[in-house]
């Protein structure tokens, strides 16, 4: 028995999937997701850090402060820092058991004041 046309019409229906594959675009969020080999080209001059303090005891620093920075005034803080920047950019620095929901209202802050942010993330 021939194998030949059988290989033909593998081929053939291996082409059209890939080529039906290609046209399908789900309807999903489109995320720049932080790789951590990577170099970002925004240098940040200001730095948000979220530590957890367990019990859903968050603290929030600008720049390294070791004064905690209450939520309600952060925002109010980084408009301050950025204000005279061109380009600003700030980064967050979290821990690894902060939620996200922690990090998402920061960045909910940078949206508001049309501000670019940074996750960092340790090398790999």
Same mark, same amino acid.
């Given at each position: 028995?021939?194998?030949?046309?059988?290989?033909? %019409?593998? =081929?053939? /229906? %291996?082409? =059209?999937? /890939?080529?039906?594959?290609? /046209?399908?675009?789900p309807n999903a969020l489109k995320l720049m997701l932080p790789k951590s080999t990577g170099q970002v080209s925004a240098k940040a001059t200001v730095s948000v850090s979220v530590k957890d303090w367990g019990h859903d005891l968050y603290t929030y620093h600008l720049n390294g402060n070791e004064t905690p920075t209450q939520f309600s005034d952060l925002?109010?803080?980084?408009?301050?820092?950025?204000q005279t920047e061109e380009d600003p950019t700030f980064s967050i620095y979290s821990d690894e058991s902060?939620?996200?929901?922690?990090?998402?209202a920061i960045m909910n802050i940078?949206?508001?004041?049309?501000?670019?942010?940074?996750?960092?993330t340790q090398p790999e």
């Open positions: 028995m021939a194998m030949s046309s059988m290989t033909d %019409l593998v =081929f053939l /229906l %291996l082409i =059209f999937f /890939l080529i039906t594959s290609t /046209l399908v675009n925002e109010d803080g980084l408009v301050d820092l950025l902060v939620p996200i929901k922690e990090v998402v940078a949206k508001r004041n049309h501000y670019k942010v940074i996750l960092a």
